[in-house]
């Protein structure tokens, strides 16, 4: 088994010490000269084990202000996600499909408890939305990207649930490296404004099992673009 390096050590040990101190994101960490005194290493290992949080957003380093707690913001992980989801799709491999396999796992898994009491507010964005694609369909002969990943996040605001929505947004970001590979052609905008609608319908009728049937059948067209072609 590998061991970890002196930064690696002190970046698991950096983290520990914000969770012991209850630091939230923004909130100042002791000086460069305060953790080489702190953990008794040196000025080049401190550097080192900063920048590779500063990578995660778990630190954030402002150069002739000091370091600071990060925004824990989960892109780095959704920029992974996107990227590995991007090779293996090149390469021929399902990297996309799984990964809109998990999705679709997850919407499905949450669309009923949004059923069961969503405020008319998000109701009445969910109903804006569903109409600015049936619009965009009409003029375009298209469902805008952005309008659609709108769609879905709002879906699901009544949760909330921040780490939903990143887990979510790291999905599209996947979809939007390899999007030039798809044809989107073969979706019909007609289709997808009515599967969205009635997803909304569902919704609005506090009907769970009728709002999962809807998400399935959503998932089912992009499933069917994602799946690798037979001879």
Not at 139 to 167: I, K, M, Q
Not at 182 to 205: F, K, N, S
């Amino acid at each position: 088994m590998t061991r970890p390096t002196v930064a690696q050590d002190l970046e698991r040990r950096l983290k520990e010490l914000i969770l012991e101190r209850r630091l939230a994101p923004g909130d100042a960490l002791p000086t460069e000269a305060e953790l080489m005194e702190l953990f008794g290493v040196g000025r080049v290992s401190v550097r080192e084990a900063l920048k590779g949080l500063q990578a995660m957003n778990v630190v954030e380093i402002r150069r002739g202000s000091g370091t600071f707690v990060g925004s824990l913001s989960l892109s780095p992980f959704a920029e992974g996600l996107a990227f590995r989801a991007a090779v293996r799709h090149r390469r021929g491999e399902p990297g996309l499909l799984e990964l809109m396999k998990v999705r679709e796992a997850l919407e499905t898994g949450l669309i009923g408890a949004v059923a069961a009491g969503i405020p008319d507010g998000d109701l009445d964005v969910l109903r804006g939305l569903a109409a600015e694609m049936g619009a965009e369909a009409r003029t375009g002969g298209r469902v805008a990207r952005g309008t659609d990943r709108a769609f879905h996040l709002a879906l699901y605001a009544s949760l909330d649930n921040h780490l939903l929505s990143e887990v979510l947004d790291a999905f599209w970001a996947a979809m939007d490296r390899v999007r030039e590979d798809l044809d989107d052609g073969h979706q019909d905008p007609v289709v997808t404004c009515a599967q969205h609608h009635e997803i909304v319908e569902a919704v609005a009728a506090a009907d769970g099992e009728r709002a999962v049937r809807a998400m399935r059948t959503h998932f089912d067209g992009i499933r069917t673009r994602l799946e690798p072609r037979r001879p």
